[in-house]
């Protein structure tokens, strides 16, 4: 992973640098392994920055980013994040630390528990879908 999301329009070889691009040592302007991204309405660019343990958000043009969520190392604190804790968190605009949604109480196979969440989804009703890896299923949660 080359630590950098460019952005290609049709046609275009070299593509523009859109998040990253610098190294990946934790910096604003650095990404290290950028494995999921989300593009909102006013195009800006969010994306998991999953060695540094954070959600970056890059707004249109911007040379870095702003971390959205996590950020504070790895661990189980809502402020942090670690592949480990088999949770899944809702982040509020602002807020300085989430939210469990789903998640969170150990690893098991039982209806409150995850092993390994890989995948989140949303239904038009809210429902959140998360692909539970260890345990080979998909699970449905409400949400309020």
Known sequence: MKGKVRRYRLGEKNGTLVAGGNGN???LNQLNVSEYLFVDRDH????????NHRVMKWVEDAKEGIVVA??????????????SNNR?????QGA???TVIAGGN???AGAKHLGVPVRLSFDR????YVAD?????IQRFSIE
């Open 25 to 27: 040592d934790g910096g």
């Open 44 to 51: 800006s660019v969010y994306v998991s920055d999953w060695n």
């Open 70 to 83: 996590g950020g504070q190392g790895t661990g189980s604190a809502l402020t942090q994040f670690r592949h």
């Open 88 to 92: 899944a968190m809702r982040w509020t």
């Open 96 to 98: 300085k630390q989430g």
């Open 106 to 108: 150990g690893t098991g």
């Open 125 to 128: 009703r809210g429902n959140l």
């Open 133 to 137: 890896q260890d345990n080979d299923r």
